[in-house]
Antibody, heavy 121, light 107 residues
Framework: QLQLQESGPGLVQPSETLSLNCTVS??????????WGWVRQPPGTGKGLEWI?????????YYNPSLKSRITLSIDTSKNQFSLKVTSVTAADTAVYFC?????????????WGQGILVTV | DIQMTQSPSSLSASVGDRVTITCRAS??????LNWYQQRPGKAPKLLIY???SLQTGVPSRFSGSGSGTDFTLTISSLQPEDFATYFC?????????FGQGTKVEIK
């Protein structure tokens, strides 16, 4: 069964760069049927989900327009891993960050998720 | 951006109740609508995709309907493990916006 695991620092200083990795196991990140994405959620019960962006095996990326100027997604097939960088972070970037696999065909959806990692700015 | 609005924001229900959650899109999204369940401290879990298709392994008490701008998630007989927050998400355009969530609580 596919597993995704986020990793990275839990505390980032304001104005610095947040960097997270997502390691995929029991499945190939090179799948042409899927894409790999990030979603975040402010801490606390009942807070909403915010889509950050997606990356395909080919390297094609799609970013949330509200974050586009500050985010970069990359993929490393040799490590079966994909990554997120957010520059110039503020307290508003404090959130639980989830990585996920998306179905890249018709009717896209996020069908497998990591457990999430809390990042505090 | 397409805005997704869920109602109600929260509801209280008893085990065995039929529960209905509504999601409205700010423009037509055909059937490009997904539903997720999130239990406290856990990652979201896909329940329904393409508005009405049940994800593999999800109990049949969950169902989805709708197209265009108005969608519904129904739980036919609420079970103890269904107390959670539910989110809708549009995948019509690649800025995959989510609804604000509906928290289902125990009455």
């Amino acid at each position: 069964q596919l597993q995704l695991q986020e990793s990275g620092p839990g505390l980032v200083q304001p104005s610095e760069t947040l960097s997270l990795n997502c390691t995929v196991s029991s499945g190939a990140i090179s799948s042409t049927s899927h894409y790999w994405g990030w979603v975040r959620q402010p801490p606390g019960t009942g807070k909403g989900l915010e889509w950050i962006g997606n990356i395909y095996y080919s390297g094609s990326t799609y970013y949330n327009p509200s974050l586009k100027s500050r985010i970069t997604l990359s993929i490393d097939t040799s490590k079966n891993q994909f990554s997120l960088k957010v520059t110039s972070v503020t307290a508003a970037d404090t959130a639980v960050y989830f990585c996920a696999r998306g179905w890249g065909g018709s009717y896209s959806r996020l069908d497998s998720w990591g457990q999430g990692i809390l990042v505090t700015v | 951006d397409i805005q997704m609005t869920q109602s109600p924001s929260s509801l209280s229900a008893s085990v065995g109740d039929r529960v209905t959650i509504t999601c409205r899109a700010s423009q037509t999204i055909n059937s490009y609508l997904n539903w997720y369940q999130q239990r406290p401290g856990k990652a979201p879990k896909l329940l329904i995709y393409a508005a009405s298709s049940l994800q593999t392994g999800v109990p049949s008490r969950f169902s989805g309907s709708g197209s265009g701008t108005d969608f519904t998630l129904t739980i036919s007989s609420l079970q103890p493990e269904d107390f959670a927050t539910y989110f809708c998400q549009q995948s019509y355009v690649t800025s995959y916006t989510f609804g604000q969530g509906t928290k289902v609580e125990i009455k």
